[in-house]
């Protein structure tokens, strides 16, 4: 029996005019890497401030470790290890002042852990946190987070500024400090290739609603691209899950998202066919911006060339 | 036991470690009985989930190529399937087809293909041959690879 950890129930939220998220389901279930990705300004930071009780929904409900956020914001972030995006820290303080300031504000800190993890990131005690670099700065938030045993972690776009190297780093620390422990991790980011070695599972945040919610290795078996004829998807495109298509020198490319059925469809049409593995760049592509209705692409016509 | 991990790659990155270590296992590169990280080791390494570590390992056990003792560790397994070897050789097959048309796209004949995989042979051979070499005069380094040494 799998237990949830944070439940949301179509949820909308406005800006102005703007509407953000617009009924907005998700679970997370106990013991989860949860991936939650979108592109910039999908409202990731939006469902994440609402989860931490600091933005109220228009609409819907949220459950964050059984508690309503809205309901009882406090008891939500004093369980929960919250890491900001861009968080803004006091940067006059020194590392360690900082750390013997937020301390107080949990219950559950555990100062031997605290010190546990500033000697594994390497942090310098005496540095004011404004001089601390980005990577630093990461694991300061992320010591923060995790000192008072958290059972559920947030962390809003926590990669966002790191190099290649300090991203590999806090996927490390993600699995061995994290994962190892048992806990259940909601991340945002908008990188699909940099959530794969990690997450268990994925959610795509787009248009205010999760357009594709699944097992990491489940959405690269499921999402391909098959490339076939006009005639073929003239006769099987209404019953595929198109994504995206478009059609080229007269072959048409279509990326669907149910590839076992689509192949066995066409297996037993007997159409001709190839399917070309995705990397996640283009999964992810597919789902953001791909465009059901099949595109024409006419060949252009080359500009004629003056021989000089 | 040296496996490398390609972010973005369209293979997923549970295939690419088994591939590898499969790989490893059957050409003979680790010798039966030596022993691999543990799961948490290697996702640690890697930077990858452990869960898809373990599922990584419990399929390579299956296939016989791993032997799990609880308790102790994993190593590789001391009796490597042949069979499984048919399969690799069936890829390798596939693969090798691949290539002979991709040559064909080039305009290259079939003569002018004997002549490059007698080449290729000849290559592989000094690679292998030269690598061995590096290692047998460089005892003190500690290249994960070199266990079977």
Known sequence: MTESVIEVKNVQKHFREKSVLDGLNMTVEKGQTFAFLGRNGAGKTTTIKMLMGLLKPDNGSLSVLGVDPLVDPIQVRRSVGYLAEDQAMFGWMKVEQLIRFIAPFYPTWDHKLAQQYVNQFELPLRTKVKHLSKGQSVRLGLLLALAHRPELVILDDPALGLDPIMRRDFNRDLVTHMQAEGRTVLY????????????????????????????????????????????????????????????????????????????ELLNREEIGYRVIDLNLDEIFEAFVVGQKDIRFELPEVEPAVQSA | MLVRVEK??????????????????????????????????????????????????????????????????????????????????????????????????????????????????????????SQDLAQAQDPSSESSDGENA
């Open chain 1, 188 to 263: 945002s980011s908008h990188l699909l290739y940099e959530v794969e070695p990690v997450a268990d599972v994925i959610a795509i945040l787009h248009d205010g609603k999760i357009v594709r919610h699944a097992p990491t290795e489940n959405l690269r078996a499921q999402v391909k691209r098959i490339m076939t004829n006009t005639d073929a998807i003239a006769r099987v495109g209404s019953k595929l899950n198109i994504l995206d298509g478009r059609v080229t020198a007269g072959e048409v490319a279509v990326t669907v998202d149910n590839a076992d059925e689509a192949i």
């Open chain 2, 8 to 129: 973005g790659s369209s293979v997923p990155i549970s295939r690419q470690i088994a591939d590898q270590i499969r790989a490893q296992c059957l050409s003979g590169r680790l010798t039966p009985g030596t022993q691999i990280p543990s799961v948490r080791q290697m996702a640690r390494d890697l930077a990858v989930n452990q869960n898809t570590v373990l599922r990584v390992y419990e399929r390579l056990t299956a296939e016989d190529l791993l032997d799990v003792r609880h308790g102790e560790g994993t190593y590789v397994s001391l009796k490597i399937p042949t069979a499984q070897l048919n399969g690799q050789r069936n890829q390798y097959f596939d693969e090798l087809t691949q290539l002979a048309r991709q040559g064909r796209m080039l305009g290259i004949d079939d003569s002018g293909l004997h002549a490059l995989l007698d080449d290729a042979l000849k290559l592989s051979l000094e690679q292998d041959n």
